[in-house]
């Protein structure tokens, strides 16, 4: 199943349509009680994010269900190049974005970043998030990497590769606490946000 596309820009346009989607979906799917609560927070928590994007953002906001597992996704049309891309993925583990504090905060960042990539260094929240097959970070490429997952960053931040203040920002994240998995993907000209939640 999947709902309505409902479009959304960051001064709030389709948040009200968004959230009494995912009513919808949780009324029409017989969700209980809680899972119904978590499954409108979690879009509260991507409208919040969304809402949060500088400059005039749109993007496309539905939810998919297959057997009990729900995606909500986010997709936004990226003022992307290859070699912008290639930016946005190489694998740079300096510097740090002091307005990007807590989970929702670096994800809106990397959303942004993908949308519209800056000409700067990435984080170790981004490098230490990034899906990919056994490649060394400090070759990492585009065909290598690909997608942003906050189960890949969860498990960065476990190991201890990744600061513990990091593992203090998880725990207090609603998005982390509720979500089974985040992730962020660039595919041709856009970038989406999927949140994956099983009830």
Do not use: C
Request: no cysteine; aromatic share 6%.
């Amino acid at each position: 199943m999947r709902s309505d596309v409902i479009h959304v820009t960051n001064e709030g346009a389709g948040t009200d349509e968004a959230l009494k989607q995912a009513e919808k979906v949780a009324a029409f799917k017989g969700l209980e009680k809680k899972s119904a609560m978590h499954l409108r927070l979690l879009t509260e928590e991507m409208m919040g994010m969304m809402r949060a994007l500088t400059g005039e953002r749109e993007a496309d906001f539905w939810i998919e269900d297959d057997e009990g597992t729900f995606e909500l996704h986010l997709k936004a049309e990226a003022r992307m190049t290859g070699e912008l891309r290639k930016k946005l993925l190489s694998a740079s583990t300096s510097g740090k974005n002091a307005t990007a504090k807590g989970i929702l905060g670096k994800l809106r960042d990397l959303f942004e970043r993908a949308i519209e990539p800056v000409d700067e260094g990435l984080p170790l929240f981004y490098t230490a998030g990034l899906e990919h097959s056994g490649a060394d970070l400090g070759a990492l490429t585009v065909e290598a990497a690909g997608m942003w997952s906050l189960n890949a960053y969860r498990a960065s931040v476990e190991s201890g590769k990744t600061p513990k203040e990091e593992w203090d920002e998880l725990e207090k994240s609603v998005i982390a606490n509720i979500a089974d998995e985040v992730k962020i993907g660039i595919a041709d000209n856009s970038v989406e946000m999927t949140v994956f939640k099983k009830f």
